[in-house]
């Protein structure tokens, strides 16, 4: 079954309203006769400006995070009531930083994961493994552990809304990359893990993109491999000449 593949920009925490315009314009003129699914994830105080822009385009408005309730007294967080009022379709969720950085166990990440499902978002939820995992024989362990425990009470209706997002943590802007190989296999045992909890047609439909230094000379050859379906971008993201030819890899 062919997947679609599935692009994804996250600008973490760059740009000004001013710069965030300038790229997004430029994106929608490059990327309009892209044959790919794209989404560009701003700072929450860019999503307003970035969301006019892309409406009615073919790039999809996502979130770096959000909160685990609803609404409160949470200083400093953001609400997916406040995401969806400004026109967010998809929240990155799990993302290594918030967990290595931030302490984000997977109960939160979890928590978070059926909220925004709850609310209709899309989800990408992100796993991958530290180097000492890595080197320890332990990465498959931490991806199924992360990836079970994050999709935990989610129903196979709402996983139709779920990407995965594989990103080997000491891949994540140091200029390493897993390569195809190493990634593809991650990949096929993510998928592994999804048909066990979900059944096959579950585990065929599931689009699981990678992340970990994607550049324009080594996003073919990612993409490629039968399990990689595409591609959760940092750094290449910020500019359009790098995350341009990333989305239209052929």
């Keep these: 079954m062919s997947r679609p593949y599935y692009i994804a920009g996250n600008w973490k925490m760059h740009k000004t309203r001013s710069e965030a315009a300038e790229l997004t314009e430029t994106l929608v003129k490059e990327l309009k006769d892209g044959k790919h699914k794209y989404l560009v994830a701003p700072s929450f105080t860019l999503l307003e400006t970035v969301a006019p822009i ?16 609803e609404q409160g007294a949470h200083t400093g967080e953001v609400s997916v009531l406040q995401l969806k009022d400004l026109g967010v379709q998809t929240i990155i969720l799990g993302h290594s930083e918030r ?15 059926k909220l925004a499902l709850q609310h209709g978002f899309e989800v990408i939820l ?7 995992e890595r080197e320890a024989g332990k990465a ?25 997002a ?9 200029g ?3 390569t195809p190989e190493d990634a593809d296999a991650i990949h096929a045992y993510v998928r592994k893990v999804i048909a066990k909890l979900y059944g096959d047609p579950a585990a065929e439909k599931m689009i699981i993109q990678y992340g970990g230094s994607v550049k324009p000379d080594n996003a073919a050859q990612l993409m490629a491999k039968e399990n ?4 959760l971008v940092g750094g290449a993201a910020l500019k359009a000449d790098t995350f341009a030819p990333i989305a239209k890899f052929a």
């Design 176 to 178: 390493k990359t897993a």
């Design 126 to 132: 992100c796993v991958g493994e530290l180097l000492e």
């Design 99 to 113: 967990r290595h950085n931030y302490k984000e166990d997977d109960a939160l990440i979890n928590k978070k994961v």
């Design 166 to 174: 594989y990103e080997p943590v000491w891949a994540i802007g140091t």
């Design 54 to 69: 892309i409406r009615g385009t073919n790039i999809l408005l996502g979130a770096q995070n959000c909160a685990p309730e």
């Design 140 to 164: 498959e362990a931490v991806c199924e552990t992360q990836t079970v425990k994050g999709l935990e009470g989610v129903d196979v209706v709402n996983l139709n809304r779920v990407v995965i």
């Design 228 to 231: 990689i379906d595409g591609a």
